[in-house]
C-alpha cells in the first residue's frame, strides 16, 4: 500500500500482509547462529530488498544498515557481492558484525585454537588477580569460572596483535559462552539470576562454540571481494559529507523493549567495553533510562509521536518520558539515513507495533510519518508474518509470555517500509 501525508491516517492493521516478505524457504547460514542476539531480523530480507531495489532500476553498489545489530545485512549484502557501511552505539555488536563478515582460513583457525587451548593450560590465576576483578562480575560469575576465564582471555589476547581479524573471532566465541558459564537466566530478556542454575564448563563450552564457529566458516564462501565497514558510533553523532549509500536496509530499535547494555553486560565487562555497563545506554535509542529533556522532546514530535506520547502520559510518565526521546530520535535518525542516500536510491526499514497498558504504540506510522517529513517519496508499506509460534502475544516485565493483558503486547506481524529519494 502507499502511503502519503494524505491517506495516513490508514488503519495500519487493515494492511495485507505480503507472503513475499514472510519466511524463505532457503535455510540460513549457520553464521548468523554464532551469537545470540536480540531482535535479529531474518537474513532474506536483504536479499529480497536487493532484489526489489534493482527491479526498480537502481544501482546497488554499496548497501548500508544504520543499527547494524550483530551484522545480518552485513553478512548477507556481502554475500551479494555489495559494499557495506554499517554502525552501531552496541560494542558487542559490532565486535560480532565485524567477525561474521569476514572468512578465515581453516587451518588457521584450528592451529589458533590449538595454541589458545595450550597456553589456558599452562596458565595458573592468583588469588590477588581476582580480587582485581569487577564486582558486577562476582555477581555473575562462580569462582571456578573466573578463574579459567580470566585465563582463557589471556590466552586469546597474547596469541594476536590487537586488529587480529583473528583476534576478534575468538574473542566473539569468548563472548557468547558468557551466559552459560555464568548464572543469568538462561533464555531472559531481562537478566536475573538462577540460582539453581550450574553454570557450564568454560573449555568445554569455548571447545564447542569455536566448533561451531568453524563448521559455519566452513559453509561460508564469500566469493567476491568486497569492502567492509563497521563503525562503532551513534549514528546520531556520525559526521556526513555527502551521500554514499544506494540501498539501507535496517531494523531500528523499539521504544524501551531491549535495554542493549544490560543484555550484553556480560560481554562488556569481560571485554573491558565498559568500567560500568550502565554507561553505554547514553545514546541507545529506546533506552528507559535516558534523562529526557521532556519539555523540549514534545516541540519535536511528529503528529503519531504526539499523539502516543499524550496516551500513554496517563499510565506511566516515566514510559512517556522515554517514548518521547525515542521518538524524537528516530525522527532525527530517518533525517539522517535520507542524508546518506544517494539520489534514486532505496531504505527499507523493518519495523513492528507494540502496545502497553492498551496503548498502541504505533512505531510504523510514526517512522512512516518522519519518512515523508524527511523528504522520502513513493512509500510502500506491507506486512509480514514473524512467526507462526507466537501463540499468546503479551510478555510480563521479565520478558515472559503471559495471557495478562496489561503486559506488553508483542504483535505477530511486522511492517516492511520502502521509501525512495527520488
Ligand atoms: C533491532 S536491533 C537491529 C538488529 C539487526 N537488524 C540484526 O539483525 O542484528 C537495533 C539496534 O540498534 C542499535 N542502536 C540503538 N541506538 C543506536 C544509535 N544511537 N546508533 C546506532 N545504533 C543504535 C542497538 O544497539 C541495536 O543493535
Not at 104 to 116: M, N, Q
Not at 177 to 189: A, E, F, M, N
Request: with cysteine; glycine share 4%; charged share 30%.
Amino acid at each position: 500500500m502507499q502511503l502519503t501525508k494524505n491517506n495516513l491516517d490508514t488503519d495500519f492493521d487493515s494492511i495485507p500482509i505480503k507472503s513475499f516478505w514472510n519466511m524463505s524457504d532457503k535455510k540460513e547460514n549457520k553464521i548468523h547462529r554464532i551469537h545470540s542476539y536480540p531482535a535479529k531480523f531474518p537474513a532474506f530480507i536483504t536479499t529480497k530488498a536487493i532484489e526489489y531495489a534493482e527491479n526498480k532500476g537502481v544501482n546497488v553498489n554499496l548497501v548500508a544498515d544504520i543499527f547494524c545489530g550483530c551484522g545480518t545485512t552485513a553478512y548477507e549484502a556481502t554475500r551479494n557481492g555489495k559494499d557495506f557501511w554499517g554502525c552501531d552505539i552496541n560494542p558487542v555488536a559490532t565486535l560480532i558484525a565485524e567477525t561474521k563478515s569476514q572468512q578465515y582460513s581453516k587451518e588457521k583457525l584450528k592451529k589458533y585454537f590449538d595454541k589458545i587451548r595450550t597456553s589456558f593450560l599452562q596458565y595458573s590465576i592468583n588469588i590477588k588477580e581476582t580480587w582485581e576483578i569487577n564486582s558486577r562480575i562476582k555477581y555473575w560469575f562462580k569462582g571456578k569460572q573466573i578463574k579459567d576465564l580470566l585465563r582463557l582471555k589471556r590466552s586469546i589476547n597474547e596469541t594476536f596483535p590487537i586488529k587480529s581479524k583473528y583476534r576478534k573471532f575468538f574473542l566473539s566465541a569468548f563472548s557468547n559462552i558468557l551466559k552459560p558459564t555464568s548464572v543469568w537466566l538462561t533464555k531472559s530478556i531481562k537478566p536475573q539470576v538462577d540460582p539453581f542454575k550450574k553454570p557450564a564448563d568454560v573449555m568445554e563450552s569455548f571447545t564447542k562454540q569455536v566448533k561451531m564457529m568453524c563448521d559455519a566458516n566452513n559453509e561460508n564462501v564469500l566469493t567476491k571481494r568486497t569492502k567492509i565497514k563497521i563503525e562503532n558510533i551513534n549514528f546520531l553523532n556520525k559526521k556526513i559529507n555527502g551521500s554514499f549509500v544506494d540501498l539501507i536496509v535496517t531494523s531500528p530499535p523499539y521504544v524501551t523493549s531491549y535495554e542493549y547494555a544490560d543484555l550484553h553486560q556480560l560481554s562488556t565487562l569481560w571485554l573491558d567495553f565498559a568500567e560500568d555497563y550502565r554507561s553505554l545506554r547514553e545514546g541507545t535509542i529506546g533506552s528507559l533510562y535516558h534523562n529526557s529533556n521532556f519539555t523540549e522532546d514534545i516541540k519535536e514530535l511528529n503528529k503519531t509521536g504526539e499523539k502516543t506520547v499524550f496516551q500513554l502520559y496517563n499510565y506511566d510518565k516515566r514510559k512517556a518520558k522515554s517514548a518521547a526521546k525515542y521518538f524524537v530520535d528516530i525522527q532525527k535518525s530517518v533525517y539522517k539515513a535520507f542524508d546518506i542516500l544517494n539520489k534514486k536510491s532505496l531504505a527499507f526499514f523493518v519495523i513492528g507495533n507494540t502496545e502497553y497498558k492498551s496503548v498502541r504504540i504505533d512505531n510504523a506510522k510514526h517512522l512512516v510519518e518522519s519518512m515523508i517529513l524527511a523528504g522520502f517519496e513513493d512509500i510502500e508499506v506491507t506486512k509480514r508474518k514473524i512467526s507462526k509460534k507466537i501463540l499468546t502475544p503479551y510478555r510480563d516485565n521479565k520478558g515472559k509470555f503471559t495471557s495478562n493483558k496489561n503486559s506488553r503486547k508483542v504483535y505477530a506481524e511486522e511492517f516492511i517500509i520502502i521509501g525512495t529519494k527520488k
